[in-house]
């Protein structure tokens, strides 16, 4: 009982400590081998892809998934390449809390190749990405909850095959069928038969190779009893975000904001500060969507909370 009371005392005294986050920067680069050669069976005319749509996102999103049925965004993407639908329910997941951002890239021709960056973090870890496979009556290829971190470590550097999914929606079954409503809806499913499938073999359209080009700290160890940054809000912001510093002293302290290669963007306060709480606020309506970081440096203690910036 009295080493109980011991230890509850101790916890009481010590200072709590944040944990450390870390957000990494990725590029993805579509390469698709995809033609005559390799895909003979009534290959099309115009082969390309659709401009590719998905997002960042944690485990209790799902933007599709084989045996599911796909959603109207999906439905889109597939049968005519349109990604404005797909887009808003990115949207909305980010708006929900289970997603960090919408991920999008340019369409081409195939054969061709094509990548762009992005961003993750500890809580946003997981990749889907999508493209239409055109023309075609509803197939598309793609990654779905894709974990770029496992086992407490970023990955640098993995390689995705990509297959050819059907979506369910159209019964179309060539490159150029016309258009033939599937109703009801069938679950999305890997074709494993022609026009994918050559001397007996299922042939990849090409990959998704996702690379790891850096890692920044968000959240430095500090003691937050003695100097705590809140997290800001609204959180992604589109025109202004607040929080508030809480000092147990006063001292010297200097607010600066940074974008994801380290250059400072902004100044927010310079001096000293009594003690207490002190809110602050950030229009964002003039920085380029994307993460940011928020540093808070006082006399002997430091930290850093991110903020994500999206388009209006």
């Not at 708006?95 to 369409?107: K, M, P, Y």
């Not at 809806?185 to 990959?207: C, D």
């Amino acid at each position: 009982m009295r080493l109980f009371g011991y230890t509850f005392l101790l916890a009481l005294l010590l200072p709590t400590f944040a944990l450390a986050q870390s957000t990494a920067t990725y590029r993805v680069t579509f390469e698709s081998a995809w033609s005559a050669d390799t895909h003979p069976d009534g290959f099309p005319p115009d082969p390309h892809y659709s401009p590719l749509i998905g997002a960042a996102h944690n485990e209790a999103a799902s933007l599709w998934t084989v045996g599911g049925l796909a959603s109207p965004g999906i439905e889109q993407m597939a049968e005519t390449g349109g990604t404005s639908q797909l887009r808003g329910e990115v949207d909305g997941l980010i708006g929900e809390g289970t997603a960090l951002s919408v991920l999008s890239g340019a369409g081409i021709d195939s054969p061709g190749s094509t990548s762009f960056t992005f961003d993750l973090t500890e809580d946003y870890a997981l990749v889907s990405l999508v493209t239409m496979v055109a023309p075609s009556p509803d197939w598309f290829v793609g990654v779905s909850g894709l974990n770029l971190r496992e086992g407490g470590d970023w990955t640098e550097e993995r390689v995705v095959d990509l297959f050819a999914y059907d979506a369910g929606t159209d019964s179309g079954e060539d490159y150029t069928s016309p258009n033939q409503d599937t109703n009801p809806a069938e679950p999305i499913f890997r074709i494993e038969e022609a026009p994918f499938v050559v001397n007996s073999e299922l042939v990849p359209l090409g990959t998704f190779t996702f690379r790891l080009l850096s890692t920044v700290s968000n959240e430095e160890v500090v003691p937050v009893s003695a100097f705590a940054l809140d997290a800001l809000a609204p959180n992604p912001a589109t025109s202004r975000s607040a929080f508030q510093l809480h000092l147990d002293q006063s001292q010297s302290v200097r607010i600066d904001v940074f974008d994801i290669l380290g250059r400072r963007i902004e100044t927010l306060h310079e001096g000293t500060l009594a003690a207490g709480i002190h809110p602050f606020a950030l229009d964002v309506s003039r920085l380029a969507r994307g993460l940011y970081m928020v540093r808070a440096r006082g006399a002997e203690a430091q930290v850093t909370r991110r903020l994500v910036v999206q388009g209006r």
